[in-house]
């Protein structure tokens, strides 16, 4: 009977919707090693068979937890961007409104961050179906790159990557094609800022930096200017652009 009460109440919501909120608390206590079927099933008041009936194994709700992730906090960024496309602002602006953005949902949801951009779940093998929700943050920083690009606004690097270009096929076509002369190299350049945002990001959530800056939330601001010059955008300091 207590079994067939939980299950009733757990599908007036949308069982997955239960089991992934059980799952997500779990990533709170225990992180992405600690999570398992009857872990969940406990922290969600559910039968063991009915999580696996929704997600057969472990590696089933991991991916989901995955995506969920990613599409969340890509969704932010795009949000970010289109109010600050919306209100006029440059490229380096609107910039600036997804880092920020990405910052946000990364505080607001730590145990999700270090999810995807932590150490690897051991055993843990991401497939397919995660990288397009992957692809949302590198998108949305190579649609701001691209648009300053076809606008003139951005700066010629001091000297190109040297060599062939780094590239593999993918992100060429994620960025739209590739650039010409003098800026052949500029999706380099963005997957470096890409990085550097990311970096920066699991050193602000893990408090790498905590005892090194006055003002964690103006450092990373800082930050972002100074990885955009890379790609030749100027980030306005000081503007409000949330």
Do not use: C
Request: hydrophobic share 45%; no cysteine.
């Amino acid at each position: 009977m207590e079994d067939s009460g939980t299950r009733s109440a757990g599908e007036s919501i949308g069982l997955p919707a239960v089991i992934k909120t059980a799952a997500r608390q779990l990533l709170v206590k225990s992180g992405a090693g600690g999570l398992s079927l009857d872990a969940v099933a406990r922290g969600g008041g559910l039968a063991v068979t009915d999580v696996e009936a929704v997600f057969p194994h472990r590696d089933a709700l991991l991916t989901a937890l995955v995506v969920d992730a990613y599409n969340e906090s890509g969704a932010a960024m795009e949000q970010a961007d289109r109010a600050a496309g919306d209100a006029g602002a440059s490229a380096g602006a609107r910039l600036l409104a997804v880092a920020r953005a990405l910052r946000r949902w990364s505080f607001d949801n730590p145990a999700e961050f270090a999810l995807i951009y932590g150490s690897p779940v051991p055993d843990y093998h991401a497939p397919q179906d995660t990288v397009p929700p992957a692809s949302r943050t590198p998108a949305v920083l190579a649609g701001i790159v691209r648009s300053a690009l076809q606008a003139g606004d951005l700066t010629p690097p001091r000297r190109a990557v040297p060599g062939p270009p780094l590239l593999l096929p993918q992100a060429v076509e994620l960025f739209g094609g590739a650039p010409e002369a003098p800026f052949s190299d500029v999706i380099e350049r963005g997957i470096v800022l890409w990085s550097n945002l990311i970096g920066l990001l699991v050193f602000q959530v893990f408090s790498r930096t905590h005892d090194s800056v006055r003002d964690e939330s103006a450092f990373f601001d800082f930050a972002i200017a100074v990885a955009a010059e890379g790609v030749g955008l100027v980030v306005p300091l000081g503007e409000n652009t949330d």
